[in-house]
């Protein structure tokens, strides 16, 4: 007879709310039902009651740790809508924070994910080197979080002192060569947790239509970045990287390998910044009536934003498509069959973000 | 890829006129027949980006069907009849989610979806919280003054 088991809504291994509900027979997963909206803000809805600047901080708070990236994409979607080419300058400190912010994401993943295993002291290691990647945004924009950078028309603040913020992304790249990669690829004790376990199928990631490092884990090539490029990424030559076996190691490699993508962006970003203008002269240009989408690489996948105008002030609609909405569901196909012990780091496996998926 | 994708949108049951945007394909096709566009879709390995809801008059919906493959986006407009409209899921696993979340926000109903139950709000509340008017006419509604 097989027993019920709820998890969650507050969380073993993340500390945001959702429930898994899992039917066992002995120790191993038959059935799990997963269900969201415990953080529902109704940021869509707010965001037709909002101006296009109000509406740019209200979009930061999607998400407290890819914040960025849904302002970048909804000024991203307007720009579209008023056929705005913002200067180059712009681009580049665009693509600087959105790698930072992905280093920051990925940093945080490899924490949780390092304690879940049961690794301390990699915890503490991490979560060290993640504070760097902090100070190193707050020296560009002035905040550890929602940095406040984007505008419409390009970013509010410039990067005056390249040389010093490359110093710091030098750090970073050392401590993760030296720390966190090696271990994510080659230590024991974390391959035992991870090798063959939560397998997702090259055939479940398409049929669920994941994203991200969760989708590039499973084989499927895919990258907002290379596919629709965007900000500086043509300029600076993006290089994919994607493993065909599916299992949690294999996303833990993608995300840390990123990692060094993501520096490799940086430093040449800093190196090669045009000297242009960082916004548009216009501070409050108009959206015109119309409609686009707009699709952005995150650190847990492609984010999508639609947005329709009818020329007012004010959006018609605002619709927001998070990478967790679309990886979540794919948390069933990855725990049935596996054991019950490993569904703390099965489910934290896909980098869930529940106040994205609810908005 | 593109002219081809765009003559084989044009040939689906109830399709409508086909345009070429910055953000991709573009098809308006009020009377579509939805599962024959999924289909088409699956057989060219399209991912289901998702599927964006707009209230409209009669208290009916607007749907756009978003998809990706490769670097070519696909979205297609399409409205309900009734706000009633075919489920896709049993095609796309991934369209589970989107038709639960435009169910429970927009009172849409999806018919054939195996389990159409409220994604986000608690079933105590009234289905439909999001059908409320975004730019100049919600301002008015609301009783602000338009600024522009």
Known sequence: ?359 | MSHELQNQLQQLPGAGPVQNRLDGIWMDAADLNVLALAVLMKNIEARLTTISAISIENNETELIYHFAVGGQAINVKTRTKANVIPSITTVYKAANWSERENHDLFGVDFTGHPNLKRLLRPPQLAEGFFRQLGGAAGKTLRGEKNAV
């Not at chain 1, 947005?307 to 002030?313: C, I, R």
């Not at chain 1, 959006?315 to 703390?344: C, H, W």
Request: glycine letters at 8%; hydrophobic letters at 40%.
């Open chain 1, 1 to 359: 007879m097989p027993y019920r088991i709820p998890i969650g809504p507050f969380h073993p291994a993340l500390e945001e709310p959702y429930k898994l509900t899992v039917a066992c027979k002995g120790e191993i997963v038959q059935r799990l039902d997963i269900e969201v909206g415990f953080a529902l803000r109704s940021i869509e809805l707010l965001a037709q009651q909002r101006n296009y600047i109000q509406g740019i901080v209200l979009v930061e708070h999607v998400c407290g740790i890819c914040s960025n990236v849904h302002a970048m994409t909804f000024a991203m979607a307007a720009e579209k809508i008023a056929g705005i080419q913002i200067p180059d300058r712009a681009q580049y400190v665009r693509t600087i924070m959105a790698e930072l912010e992905r280093l920051h994401s990925h940093l945080l993943w490899a924490g949780i994910g390092s304690l879940d295993i049961g690794y301390q002291t990699m915890f503490m290691e991490i979560y060290h080197l993640r504070e760097r990647v902090m100070d190193v945004l707050e020296a560009i924009s002035g905040n550890r979080v929602m940095y406040g950078m984007m505008c419409i028309g390009g970013v509010c603040r410039d990067i005056t002192d390249p040389e010093n913020i490359l110093a710091g992304v030098r750090e970073i790249q050392r401590g993760l060569e030296k720390d966190v990669i090696p271990v994510f690829t080659n230590d024991a004790t974390v391959r035992a947790r991870t090798a063959g376990i939560g397998v997702l199928s090259r055939e479940d990631a398409l049929t669920y239509g994941v994203v991200g490092p969760t989708a590039r884990a499973s084989g499927l090539a895919i990258d907002i970045r290379q596919d629709f490029p965007y900000a500086a990424y043509q300029d600076l030559g993006f290089k994919i990287v994607s493993l065909p076996d599916g299992d949690i190691q294999a996303r833990i490699v993608v995300r840390a390998l990123e990692m060094l993508e993501s520096v490799r962006l940086i430093e040449q970003a800093l190196k090669e910044l045009p000297n242009t203008p960082i916004r548009i002269d216009d501070p409050m240009p108009v959206i015109p009536p119309g409609e686009a989408t707009a699709r952005v690489e995150a650190p847990r996948g492609e984010v999508f934003y639609y947005l329709k105008s009818d020329g007012s002030d004010i959006p018609g609609r605002v619709k927001i498509r998070t990478p967790s909405f679309v990886n979540i569901p794919a948390i069933e196909a990855i725990s049935v069959g596996q054991y019950l012990a490993d569904m703390p780091l099965i489910q934290a496996s896909i980098d869930p973000c529940c106040s994205c998926t609810d908005r």
